[in-house]
């Protein structure tokens, strides 16, 4: 009998099959309202596009790409910069390690994926990092905290390769964290009164085109506490103007009420644009807007103003991450649709050339690199026609371009009137046409005249 009860227990599976399931719903983390996410790996879709792009090429920042080896050649000079950092705010190791350390739960949470670090190894990366870039800001703006044998600013193309990697999405730590260390009284006892850490922010990447001349965003304290790291900090200075974005919600709602009042008038949304070469042959004259805003591109009159673009090494690298960031955080895709409306207007080489010409494009690529780097920046995108953010230009180029008046007077205006030789040829030619049909109207008189005399 006992005999017969343990060969039954012995039958029966130690684990029930989805125990191993129930476990790792157990083990799931509780999603909150106020989740702290804003750190993201670059999609698939997008990374097969261009892998290099989204991948620290010098310095590993935060805990995505922390260790690996063609990242370690830095390691060794971000402590020197801690160490350094130490001995002149005479802060203690322990201190800055037990301030990171009752904040890692929130830092934890401000990645999208689990961070493979336990708890002593995250805060060490977290502590080192976030006192290199703090240090390395400093001493980018306060040339005189730097020290006599800095072999990052003692070497030219080395901080140039830095400052590439810092508007990675997937090479960020949050922005607050940042600022606490900043804020630290033995920090502040080395930096100008009232000096805030988004401003050596500001300062760091104000070579961008597009980040310089935008410091007024962030006055308001309330809109820099915002701010969740680097990526954030550049996508807030190209998004447009809040009077922008009001004059631009009026203008849809405006036709939203048209088509209901009139829905037959009602026209397709646009969500497509001719290209400068085609709008050229249209007769429209292109000119360099005076704002340097790059949303404030505006059709009016057969005139399109675009703001200034420089095409530089780095253009493609920063576009993509700041729309991957926002492809991952945002509803709102204000930089996806400049980068397409960019690329359909400057499709081909001849298309960026007319730009050149006009001083709206500054290409400092090779031949060919600025249009491959502009077809590129809206590869593995999409676009939402219904919140497309120029559809009404779009709209306005197409409707102007589709018009056979405008090209037949753009072709007379191209081919006759071009140049002051031409036009006077035009002028010469139909100056003579006229005097030999004055002509031969005389000479049709005379003979009628003639005819009349006789008879």
Excluded at 105 to 134: G, H, P
Excluded at 281 to 308: H, M
Aim: glycine share 2%; net charge neutral.
């Amino acid at each position: 009998m006992l005999e017969l009860i343990g060969r039954e227990e012995q039958s029966k599976p130690s684990r029930m099959p989805w125990t191993h399931l129930e476990e790792k719903l157990n083990e799931m983390p509780k999603l909150t309202s106020s989740s702290n996410c804003c750190i993201y790996r670059a999609s698939k879709r997008l990374r097969q596009q261009n892998e290099k792009v989204y991948t620290p090429q010098i310095v590993s920042i935060g805990p995505l790409h922390h260790g690996e080896p063609h990242l370690e050649f830095l390691e060794e000079e971000k402590r020197r910069y801690l160490q350094e950092f130490l001995e002149r705010t005479r802060l203690r190791v322990e201190e800055l390690y037990y301030l990171i350390r009752t904040k890692e739960d929130t830092l934890r949470s401000c990645y999208a994926e689990k961070i493979k670090f336990d708890s002593n190894a995250f805060v060490e990366i977290i502590l080192v990092d976030v006192v290199f870039i703090v240090e390395l800001f400093l001493r980018y703006s306060l040339s005189y905290l730097r020290m006599r044998e800095d072999r990052i600013f003692g070497q030219p193309y080395l901080i140039q390769d830095i400052w590439y990697d810092m508007w990675l999405l997937e090479n960020q730590i949050p922005f607050f964290i940042l600022e606490e260390i900043f804020n630290l009284e033995k920090v502040q006892a080395f930096v100008p009164d009232r000096l805030r850490f988004i401003e050596l922010t500001y300062e760091y990447f104000k070579s961008l085109q597009a980040v310089n001349g935008k410091l007024g965003k962030f006055k308001d304290p309330k809109k820099a506490e915002q701010v969740k790291h680097f990526t954030d900090f550049l996508r807030i200075c190209h998004l447009p103007s809040e009077e922008q974005k009001e004059n631009r919600r009026e203008e849809r709602m405006q036709r939203l009420l048209s088509s209901i009042i009139k829905p037959k008038t009602m026209k397709r949304k646009v969500a497509t644009a001719p290209s400068v070469m085609q709008l050229h042959n249209a007769g429209v004259e292109f000119k360099l807007s005076k704002s340097n805003d790059s949303f404030q591109i505006n059709f009016e009159k057969g005139t399109l103003e675009i703001p200034p673009l420089k095409l530089q090494l780095e253009t493609e690298s920063l576009f993509r991450n700041l729309i991957a960031f926002e492809q991952r955080h945002y509803s709102e895709t204000y930089i996806n649709d400049y980068a397409y409306i960019i690329h359909r207007l400057a499709d081909t080489p001849k298309d960026i050339e007319l730009l050149v010409e006009k001083d709206i494009i500054e290409n400092c690529l090779p031949d060919k690199g600025a249009s491959t780097v502009l077809n590129n920046l809206s590869s593995g995108t999409s676009l939402n026609p219904d919140n497309f953010y120029f559809s009404i230009l779009c709209e306005e180029m197409e409707n102007y371009r589709g018009k056979s008046y405008n090209n037949w007077r753009a072709i007379l205006a191209q081919n006759y009137f071009s140049t002051p030789w031409t036009t006077l040829s035009v002028v010469a030619a139909a100056f003579v046409i006229l005097l030999t049909v004055i002509q031969a109207v005389f000479s049709v008189l005379q003979v009628t005249n003639h005819q009349n005399n006789c008879s």
